[in-house]
């Protein structure tokens, strides 16, 4: 298992493009050189920019009409907090409301 941290690569099942993970969720603690990412780094279009194009809706819409909204993370760490938060590792995935599932493709782990 491997943390996901800041910058790591993030792919939709409906996505063209993969994007990259903003974490703003947990300013101070590190992993890396990278800040830990948590079940809070959700926010469609600041956490999470979009995919380019989308098998379902044409253009992805987390930078427009999902934009701020929250999303649901899965799997995320069991039994560990940071900053009272849930951490996310490389099996925890992301739920678009529209039916795509994002997961990790990359955690920013070298």
Same mark, same amino acid.
């Given at each position: 298992?491997?943390?996901?941290?800041?910058?790591?690569?993030?792919?939709?099942?409906?996505?063209?493009?993969?994007?990259?993970?903003?974490?703003?969720?947990? /300013? !101070? $603690? =590190?992993?890396? *050189?990278? &800040?830990?990412?948590? #079940?809070?780094?959700?926010?469609?279009?600041?956490?999470?920019?979009?995919?380019?194009?989308?098998?379902?809706?044409?253009?992805?819409?987390?930078?427009?009409?999902?934009?701020?909204?929250?999303?649901?993370?899965?799997?995320?760490? /069991? !039994? $560990? =907090?940071?900053? *009272?938060? &849930?951490?996310?590792? #490389?099996?925890?995935?992301?739920?678009?409301?529209?039916?795509?599932?994002?997961?990790?493709?990359?955690?920013?782990?070298?």
């Amino acid at each position: 298992m491997e943390y996901i941290k800041d910058q790591a690569i993030l792919d939709c099942d409906k996505g063209l493009l993969s994007s990259t993970l903003i974490v703003t969720s947990n /300013p !101070k $603690i =590190k992993l890396r *050189d990278g &800040k830990f990412a948590t #079940d809070k780094d959700n926010i469609a279009g600041l956490n999470i920019p979009n995919f380019g194009l989308c098998g379902l809706k044409g253009i992805c819409r987390l930078n427009l009409e999902l934009s701020g909204v929250p999303l649901t993370w899965i799997k995320t760490v /069991p !039994k $560990i =907090k940071v900053l *009272d938060k &849930k951490p996310l590792s #490389d099996v925890s995935k992301c739920i678009c409301p529209y039916g795509g599932v994002i997961s990790c493709k990359n955690s920013g782990q070298l």
